[in-house]
């Protein structure tokens, strides 16, 4: 079975700096898909940014990147000139490929993050 | 994009009812659809997938009997927690595969008090 590990439960940041959040993970499979969620008060999941364990090229959308370590399954968000709105929490997720498990998600812990204004 | 329509947001019930959540995919067909529980603070873990016309997978240590899961067309889900009590308080979430490009989307969640 897959896991996910965040190690970190708590992480603050001053705004407009970059902060960086860690994840690792286990599979013996080779084609999946990596993704970070957060999770605002309100609690509806949103999506931050996805993966495809085939793609060598870290994704990105706006200030927010990955660095896909894909030989130390580590998977790791950054966040850059962090603003206040990404206060919450975030959890990186595992996907297996749809024949083997439906597409279920696999959650790590969490971290919460703080933005200090 | 696609929206995952869940209610009710949040309910109050008394130990030993039964609460119904639905979750419906309001521009979208969803061939899968999971359920998770996520209590305070903590991550959140599947409880159940079910398939359309199918019966639900349940995920080890997931009462069947309790937490019963109907997917009876491709937009509509629901859980119903049977005979609940104050230790099934907890946030329940939804998430439905798209059917086409199989992209994952969740409900917005539901708060269930047990008193």
């Known amino acids: 079975a897959q896991t996910v590990t965040q190690s970190q439960p708590e992480m603050s940041v001053q705004e407009a700096e970059t902060v960086t959040l860690s994840c690792t993970y286990d599979?013996?499979?080779?084609?999946?898909?990596l993704f970070w969620y957060k999770q605002p008060p309100s609690r509806q999941m949103i999506l931050v940014i996805r993966?495809?364990?085939?793609?060598?090229q870290n994704a990105t959308e706006n200030r927010f990147s990955v660095n896909f370590q894909k030989a130390a399954k580590s998977f790791s968000l950054k966040i850059s000139d962090s603003q206040l709105g990404d206060a919450a929490m975030y959890f990186c997720?595992?996907?297996?490929?749809?024949?083997?498990?439906?597409?279920?998600?696999?959650f790590g812990e969490g971290t919460q993050l703080t933005v200090n204004p | 994009g696609a929206v995952v329509s869940q209610h009710p947001s949040w309910v109050i019930c008394k130990s030993g009812t039964s609460v119904k959540i639905e979750c419906r995919s309001l521009d979208f067909q969803a061939t899968t659809m999971f359920w998770y529980r996520q209590f305070p603070k903590q991550s959140l873990m599947l409880m159940a997938t079910?398939?359309?016309?199918?019966?639900?997978?349940?995920e080890q240590g997931v009462e069947k009997d309790k937490f019963l899961i109907n997917h009876a067309s491709l937009t509509l889900s629901t859980l119903t927690v049977t005979s609940a009590h104050p230790e099934d308080s907890s946030f329940y979430i939804c998430s439905s595969r798209h059917a086409t490009n199989e992209k994952l989307f969740f409900g917005s969640g539901t708060q269930l008090s047990v008193l």
């Open positions: 599979t013996s499979e080779s084609d999946y898909y």
């Open positions: 993966q495809e364990a085939y793609k060598q």
């Open positions: 997720a595992y996907r297996s490929p749809r024949q083997t498990s439906g597409s279920r998600l696999t």
């Open positions: 079910s398939n359309e016309g199918s019966k639900a997978t349940y």
